[in-house]
């Protein structure tokens, strides 16, 4: 699964292997071990995302992808860089300034220990 290829959309010289250079987003998920989709919310997200090269299947096939592709609506593909995954413990973080879901366990007090009430 590791090929060379130019990198997509710069005209330099420097070769991205798949798998070495350059991670797929289903690569990040199951090193993260999080969904795909997480990965792509990461990567689309507004504030602080992380960076990722933009392919087409097209691009992916003649680097050597020779994966399953899942249909994209837009066509596009993200290839983050192995240098950018330092990144993701910052973009995982929860946003500053907003309020987090309060996650209490409710739960009713009777059963064991619990004290009986007296009519």
């Not at 710069?10 to 798998?19: A, D, M, W, Y």
């Not at 070495?20 to 689309?44: C, F, G, N």
Request: proline share 8%; no cysteine; hydrophobic share 30%.
């Amino acid at each position: 699964m590791v090929s060379e290829m130019d990198a997509p959309g710069s005209g330099s010289s420097k070769r991205l292997r798949i798998g070495t250079d350059v991670l797929t987003t289903s690569q990040v998920a199951l090193r993260e071990k999080v969904s795909t989709r997480t990965v792509e919310r990461w990567i689309t997200k507004e504030q602080n995302p992380l960076p990722a090269l933009r392919v087409s299947a097209e691009q992916l096939r003649t680097m050597g992808y020779t994966g399953n592709l899942y249909p994209s609506p837009t066509g596009v593909y993200f290839l983050v860089r192995a240098a950018d995954l330092a990144l993701i413990p910052s973009v995982r973080r929860y946003p500053k300034n907003t309020k987090r879901p309060h996650r209490v366990r409710r739960g009713t007090t009777t059963g064991a220990g619990a004290p009986v009430r007296q009519p």
